[in-house]
Each structure stands twice: as structure tokens, then as C-alpha cells.
């Protein structure tokens, strides 16, 4: 399946690699801040794509599916527990009910990372890879009347752009946390300590903007009105 020009040993490597690294993406999503723990595990496996020697577009897409199954079979366990334990669906055909789900909505992931094939490694690859990441999660919540689970905005609760997720809506969030994992990977290059500056003041700033947030709501007290209902005497 994978491309013959690397080594197969490589090829397993990079594709167990891709997988883990897509449980621990999903896995992370149910963790408490796991906004801000995604970001740097997709700055991996963005590290993996731009590292892969293969010239193959069959062989990007391989791995890119590869990545996705990983991400959804975790993220989509609940799945399992729908059909077997109260569908009564036998064990084997749930699992791969599960599975089969997952690896259709991870050809989306798998065409998104194409941006990262094409432009190969640019100042507009980081910009390229969040729009086409927007747009193949737009294409997953729409055709076949949709399958929008979780997506990278849904983290953003517990994220560094959960204060401006009223204004920017989840595809917003999804290109801003695409494109900031990309950016957080180029912090090795000189050039760019400007944006690593200015992206770690911005983080700053939505974290303690959240934090605050959730303060002023957590310390709220709870409002209780005692209905009355009316009522005749004769």
C-alpha cells in the first residue's frame, strides 16, 4: 500500500507514530485544558508530515488516514457503547461499525494535510493547511447530512481561544488552533521569534481572559424564584 521508495520499516514507523499521536490528540480533548495540549501534539504530527521523505501522494494520503483513524476510533468509543450495549449489536460488528465510521471521516483529516504535500514548507503553508483544515471540516458537518464530532474547536472550552469562540464561531477556532500549532513548529527558525513573541502574548492574554471568565461565572450564586401560581376562592 505504502509507496516503495521508503524503506518498509520507515514506513511503519511513521505510520504507528501518526496513529499514536492521533489517540493522544483525542485522548487529550477529554482532559481538563485540553485546548491547550492538542496544540502542541499537532505541532508533531505536522513535524511528521513535513519529515516524510515520499513523493507519493498515495502514500500522504496512507498516512494522513492513518493519523484520522487513530484520532476518531478513540474519540468515537461512545459509538460502541450505542450499538452493543443498547442497540444489542454483537461486539464484532460494533467494532467494526466503529472503525468503518472512523475511517470515512478521516479521509477529511487525510485531504486537509495535502496542503502540506503541495506547498512542501513555506512562510504560507501554516495559512493554507488551517483554510483547507476549515474547509475539509466543514465538508465532514455537511455531506451525508454530516458527521461534525469531534472537531478541534469543541477542545476549545478548556482552550486558549475560548473567549473569542463567541466571535469567530468553531471553524474560526479550528483555523486559529491549526494554524498556531503550525507556527509553534517554526518557533526553531530565527526569522520568526517575532511571531513566537507575539503568539505567546496572545496566549497569555486569552488565558487569563478565560480564566477570568470562568471566575466570574464559577462565583456566581444561583438565583432561585419561587413560583406562584394563581389561584380563586369561592
Given amino acids: 500500500m505504502f509507496d516503495q521508495h521508503l524503506p518498509t520499516k520507515e514506513q511503519g514507523t511513521k505510520a504507528a507514530t501518526l496513529f499514536v499521536l492521533g489517540a493522544l490528540i483525542a485522548i487529550a480533548a477529554e482532559l481538563p485544558y485540553g485546548g491547550w495540549i492538542q496544540i502542541p501534539l499537532l505541532s508533531l504530527v505536522w513535524l511528521s508530515f513535513v519529515n516524510t521523505r515520499s513523493e507519493s501522494f498515495l ?3 496512507i498516512l494522513g488516514l492513518v493519523f484520522g483513524v487513530g ?12 450499538m452493543h450495549d443498547v442497540g444489542g449489536m454483537s461486539s464484532p460488528l460494533a467494532c467494526m461499525g466503529v472503525f468503518l465510521l472512523s475511517s470515512y471521516v478521516a479521509i477529511y483529516f487525510s485531504v486537509a494535510t495535502f496542503s502540506l504535500r503541495l506547498l512542501k514548507f513555506s512562510s504560507l503553508t501554516g495559512l493554507f493547511l488551517a483554510a483547507s483544515w476549515v474547509i475539509s471540516e466543514y465538508l465532514r458537518g455537511e455531506i451525508f447530512t454530516g458527521f461534525p464530532w469531534m472537531g478541534f474547536a469543541e477542545t476549545q472550552v478548556s482552550g486558549p481561544f475560548f473567549s473569542i469562540a463567541p466571535y469567530l464561531g468553531g471553524l474560526g477556532c479550528t483555523f486559529l488552533t491549526v494554524y498556531t500549532s503550525w507556527q509553534l513548529l517554526q518557533l526553531k527558525r530565527l526569522h520568526l521569534l517575532a511571531v513566537a513573541t507575539t503568539e505567546e502574548a496572545f496566549f497569555i492574554e486569552c488565558f487569563i481572559t478565560s480564566a477570568n471568565y470562568h471566575n466570574h ?8 424564584h419561587k413560583a406562584h401560581r394563581n389561584t380563586t376562592k369561592d
Wanted: aromatic share 30%; hydrophobic share 50%.
Fill in 59 to 61: 502514500s500522504h494520503f
Fill in 71 to 82: 484520532y476518531f476510533v478513540v474519540g468515537l468509543w461512545w459509538l460502541y457503547i450505542s
Fill in 217 to 224: 461565572n464559577s462565583c456566581k450564586p444561583l438565583e432561585f
